[in-house]
């Protein structure tokens, strides 16, 4: 993977997961405490470390509560900080970076670094206000200790998130996903057809017949027509229906789904699987996205617009995967 394929996804997965935490405190501005909670839940190295030492989203939540409030106290304020809601920035717009988070970020893809969650974590440990060492103090650790645990995991070799295998016509791709949830709990999620509309975003609902939930069994649903705000989609007609059929379904450890849309005969299916594992503080997910080509002229006239297709495939892998993160926080 590139530097710049890995900074833009890393700032891209940082970014949204800080600014959901922001929006749960009712904030349109991220800061480095809201950072600092979206490196918890990363799946890269960074967030290995921080869960190594017990720090997991709540105790972190929590913990940047206390600061919050320490810090009113040293001001004089005798108040207590809003409760925290649910997270409501894709729902909403209007949310941004303060100056000193963003300066963090573009810091860490800086020369003679490698722009991932780690960097980014290093430039947020060496931030000079002492916030972020104080709310270590409150989880139990310390900076140099979490250092020393982020260069263990760093010098292991850890191997970037795999690619899906090369099928001949096929575009395909994959992401690595961290979920703060058990085993059990995700799969659950991951194979139940009712919340296919809390991942898959394109689907507004599905229509719950009476059948079991086993490889081949196929359920009807139905195109978004609103976005999570409420703002209208326009969708074609040929594209309102859905096929959703159940590839395999093995706990606890992988959930496949295929999607078509029967009234448009010139679209193709796409598989998205599921693969998942216990890690440290909850489950990493792969997944997998596998869209089936075109043959023949098609295919041909096809091959310039693959790298748009690569771009469709990987935001199509990061919603998902945000989606998937959100549903259990």
């Not at 921080?50 to 939540?61: F, K, T």
């Not at 250092?147 to 099928?167: N, V, Y």
């Not at 705000?229 to 309102?240: A, D, I, R, T, Y």
Request: net charge neutral; aromatic share 8%.
């Amino acid at each position: 993977m590139s530097k710049f394929v890995l900074v833009a996804q890393t700032s891209q997965s940082l970014s949204l997961a800080a600014m959901e935490e922001a929006s749960r405190l009712g904030l349109r501005e991220a800061d480095i405490e809201h950072l600092f909670l979206a490196l918890v839940i990363s799946g890269q190295s960074a967030g290995r470390a921080l869960r190594s030492l017990g720090i997991d989203l709540d105790s972190a939540r929590r913990a940047v509560e206390e600061q919050y409030e320490a810090q009113l106290a040293l001001l004089g304020i005798d108040a207590s900080f809003p409760e925290a809601g649910r997270i409501v920035s894709h729902e909403t717009v209007g949310y941004e970076w303060s100056r000193r988070g963003y300066d963090l970020i573009v810091r860490a893809s800086g020369k003679d670094k490698h722009g991932d969650a780690a960097a980014v974590l290093r430039e947020l440990l060496a931030e000079p206000s002492g916030s972020i060492a104080e709310i270590l103090r409150r989880l139990g650790t310390t900076s140099d200790e979490l250092l020393e645990r982020l260069d263990q995991f760093d010098s292991s070799g850890e191997k970037p998130a795999p690619t899906a295998a090369k099928a001949k016509g096929r575009v395909a791709g994959s992401t690595e996903t961290f979920v703060p949830a058990s085993l059990d709990e995700v799969w659950e999620f991951l194979a139940d057809p009712a919340r296919i509309p809390e991942w898959q975003l394109s689907v507004g609902s599905v229509d719950l017949a009476d059948q079991e939930v086993s490889p081949g069994a196929i359920w009807r649903g139905h195109a978004a027509t609103d976005r999570p705000g409420g703002k209208p989609v326009k969708v074609k007609p040929q594209f309102l229906r859905r096929r959703i059929e159940l590839v395999a379904v093995h706990r606890p450890e992988r959930v496949a789904w295929r999607f078509a849309h029967p009234d448009a005969t010139q679209s193709r299916p796409f598989l998205t699987e599921f693969t998942l594992a216990p890690t440290t503080g909850g489950t990493q997910v792969t997944i997998t996205t596998t869209w089936s080509g075109h043959d023949g002229w098609r295919r041909l006239i096809g091959f310039p617009l693959r790298p748009m297709q690569k771009f469709v495939v990987w935001m199509g892998l990061f919603q998902t995967g945000s989606a998937l993160s959100r549903a259990f926080r």
